[in-house]
């Protein structure tokens, strides 16, 4: 069973213009976290966002906050003022449990692109 | 702070041939993580390794074996080499975020390989 769906595999924002990009994940742990990566056309992948199970607030980094609805199970990446520079693919990962801090589950991922 | 380096960038291998990848974290951070990533299967955990010791293991065959050095660097290795194993290897190493407080995974630029 997938533990991480991202079910938009391409999605189109207008500058400055606010962008959702969903994630729903499946465990049974009480305890994870749930994170967000971009990766560009260059390949490595940059950490953006975390929000921990028993976090009660949705996680804001800048322009980006997490819509953590946990009964839901849905994590989703809402990415504000969006600017050309975040034309990336987003992956939406989870971690399972306390221990094992490298090993993440990751989506199939969902390519944005912002036009002018 | 340097981040995390990969090498080599890019290689061609043929098949049957073997390869070592090469990965140095970020000074101070003692956990390695491995992942592949292709088109039709996305980014998959390969291997985790916490002062020198494998935590944690995902589902690849046993030509896929890594190891890490008392310095923290690790390397990875695939043997009897496939068609399929063409992929982006990436090396992350883990952290504690400054904002969020959670154990956060750095990426490098990755090992691009391609098998003939």
């Known amino acids: 069973a997938q533990k991480i769906t991202q079910t938009q595999p391409g999605m189109f924002v207008q500058e400055k213009e606010a962008v959702t990009l969903d994630c729903t994940y499946d465990?049974?742990?009480?305890?994870?976290?749930l994170f967000w990566y971009k990766q560009p056309s260059s390949g490595e992948m940059i950490f953006l966002i975390y929000q921990g199970s028993y976090d009660e607030q949705n996680a804001t980094e800048g322009r980006y906050s997490l819509n953590f609805q946990k009964a839901r199970k849905s994590a989703n990446l809402v990415i504000s003022a969006s600017q050309l520079g975040d034309s990336a693919m987003y992956f939406c990962?989870?971690?399972?449990?306390?221990?094992?801090?490298?090993?993440?589950?990751f989506g199939q991922g969902t390519i944005l692109t912002v036009h002018p | 702070k340097a981040g995390v380096t990969q090498t080599p960038r890019y290689l061609i291998k043929t098949r049957g041939q073997q390869v070592t990848l090469s990965c140095s974290p970020i000074?101070?951070?003692?956990?390695v993580s491995w992942y592949q990533q292709t088109p039709g299967q996305g980014l998959q955990f390969l291997f985790e390794y916490f002062s020198e010791t494998q935590r944690n293991k995902g589902n690849f065959p046993g030509r896929f074996s890594g190891r890490q050095f008392s310095n923290s660097r690790s390397e990875m290795n695939v043997s009897t080499l496939e068609l399929g194993d063409s992929a982006l290897y990436l090396c992350a190493s883990s952290h504690s975020d400054g904002n969020s407080g959670a154990n956060v995974l750095t990426f490098g630029a990755g090992s691009r390989l391609t098998v003939l």
């Open positions: 000074s101070g951070h003692r956990s």
């Open positions: 990962a989870m971690r399972e449990g306390l221990s094992s801090y490298g090993k993440l589950t």
């Open positions: 465990t049974s742990d009480q305890s994870y976290g």
